[in-house]
């Protein structure tokens, strides 16, 4: 088996006027929903060992959803690193029951998800008419996420996330892929050659 490279990552989940440009980009190749519904959550599960991208689903959020799909299931496992972003979410929109649960404790999500729920417990009084949300986590490892969110009223505002799947040793010294904030190693900033 080939040696686990680094990935880069790009998460950009947007808002309601502008849903189509959705999007996760692994090393450049884009990934998004097609025939998307007005509203939606869409996440792209990526093997830890190998790397390689074994699903990519699109949930409709048109009626809140409480549970996790069938399909996804099967992925709540250590084995697989979650990439997440949301399109055109509302206040209706919202994940409850179980699948709030499964964003919350098992895939770690914190800020941006406790600030959309006091949206939603508010109701739409907050004028807050824009909401969404970037996440890269291992299930059942809420310590390994990385979240990025907007609430407001701008409609081109949005969140996104820059990110990189590292490879690390486990303690068993396998190496699997971890998502990582640090700077993307590739990302050169040219030196300043002119004269003052």
Known sequence: MADLKTLNVIL??????????????????????????PSFFYFVVVNRSSGIVVKDYCV???TPPSNLPEALQEY???????????????????????????????LGAG??????????QQGQETGIENFSCALAAVPGE?????????????????ASLIIQLVPRKTKGGKELLVPSAEAPQ??????DDSED
């Open 186 to 191: 590739r990302i050169r900033v040219p030196a």
């Open 12 to 37: 950009n989940s947007t808002g309601f006027k502008f849903i189509q440009n959705t999007r996760i980009n692994i090393e450049g190749a884009a990934y998004q929903p097609l025939d998307a519904p």
């Open 142 to 158: 809420p310590d390994k996420s990385i979240e990025s969110h907007y609430a407001g009223s701008n409609p081109f505002h949005n």
């Open 76 to 106: 709540d496992k250590p084995d697989y690193i979650w990439l997440f972003v949301s399109g055109n979410m509302g206040v209706t929109s919202f994940p409850t029951g179980g699948l709030y649960d499964f964003f919350v404790e098992r």
């Open 60 to 62: 409709n959020c048109v």
């Open 111 to 120: 800020e941006g998800f406790g600030t959309f729920l006091q949206v939603v």
